[in-house]
T-cell receptor, first 109, second 114 residues
Framework: GQNIDQPTEMTATEGAIVQINCTYQ??????LFWYQQHAGEAPTFLSY????GLEEKGRFSSFLSRSKGYSYLLLKELQMKDSASYLC??????????FGAGTQVVVTP | DAGVIQSPRHEVTEMGQEVTLRCKPI?????LFWYRQTMMRGLELLIY????????DSGMPEDRFSAKMPNASFSTLKIQPSEPRDSAVYFC????????????FGPGTRLTVT
C-alpha cells in the first residue's frame, strides 16, 4: 500500500511563491505526479518526476527525493488563477496512481 | 482533438435505481481508468483497463459496482442498486502507454443518489 501526505490548505499573496510538500511511503514506486484541480473541474497534469532532482516548467517546478520519500511543487509569481487544489500522486510500475488528499491553495490579492 | 468524453454530466437518481455512467477515451489510448472523488475520501481509483481488459478492480467498493469495456472506444461503470453513499463525482481518464505517461481526465459525472 501507499501513504501520501500533503498539507490541507495554504494561503499566499499574488506574486509570491508557495511550496507544497508531499511525503509518501510506498512499495513499487515508479514516479510521482502533480495535478491541478480547479473547483468543479477535472484534474489536469502539471508534472512528472521519476528521478531525483528538480524539473522546471515555466512558473511551476517539481522536486523529487526518492531516498527521502519526498517531493515538492513550487509555484512562483502566483496569479489569482492559481487558486486550486494541487494533488500529489504516486505511481507504481503498472502506472496505477494513488492520490493524496490534495492541498487547497488560496491566492489573495 | 476531443478529450475524454463522459456522459451524463449530472445524474440524480433515487436509492435502489440502476445508474450507468459512460466514457469515451481519447482515440488511440490503451489505458482507461475510473475514479471516484468525494470530500471525505478524495480521488480514489476504482478500476482500470489495458487494451479493453480489466487489470485491477481492487478499488471497486462492492458487488453493486461493475465496469465493462466492450471496445477501445467505450466503457461503462454501472451501479446497481444505487445508495446515497454512492453520491460523488466519477471521473474517467485515459492514457497512452506506460506508467510515466500523463493521464487525461474527462469532465466527470456528478452523481446524486437521494
Amino acid at each position: 500500500g501507499q501513504n501520501i501526505d500533503q498539507p490541507t490548505e495554504m494561503t499566499a499573496t499574488e506574486g509570491a511563491i508557495v511550496q507544497i510538500n508531499c511525503t509518501y511511503q510506498t512499495s513499487g514506486f515508479n514516479g510521482l505526479f502533480w495535478y491541478q484541480q480547479h473547483a468543479g473541474e477535472a484534474p489536469t497534469f502539471l508534472s512528472y518526476n521519476v528521478l531525483d532532482g528538480l524539473e522546471e516548467k515555466g512558473r511551476f517546478s517539481s522536486f523529487l527525493s526518492r531516498s527521502k520519500g519526498y517531493s515538492y511543487l513550487l509555484l512562483k509569481e502566483l496569479q489569482m488563477k492559481d487558486s486550486a487544489s494541487y494533488l500529489c500522486a504516486v505511481t507504481d510500475s503498472w502506472g496505477k496512481l494513488q492520490f493524496g488528499a490534495g492541498t487547497q491553495v488560496v491566492v489573495t490579492p | 482533438d476531443a478529450g475524454v468524453i463522459q456522459s451524463p454530466r449530472h445524474e440524480v437518481t433515487e436509492m435502489g435505481q440502476e445508474v450507468t455512467l459512460r466514457c469515451k477515451p481519447i482515440s488511440g489510448h490503451d489505458y482507461l481508468f475510473w475514479y471516484r472523488q468525494t470530500m471525505m475520501r478524495g480521488l480514489e481509483l476504482l478500476i482500470y483497463f489495458n487494451n479493453n481488459v480489466p487489470i485491477d478492480d481492487s478499488g471497486m467498493p462492492e458487488d453493486r459496482f461493475s465496469a465493462k469495456m466492450p471496445n477501445a472506444s467505450f466503457s461503462t461503470l454501472k451501479i446497481q442498486p444505487s445508495e446515497p453513499r454512492d453520491s460523488a463525482v466519477y471521473f474517467c481518464a485515459s492514457r497512452l502507454g506506460g506508467g510515466g505517461s500523463e493521464q487525461y481526465f474527462g469532465p466527470g459525472t456528478r452523481l446524486t443518489v437521494t
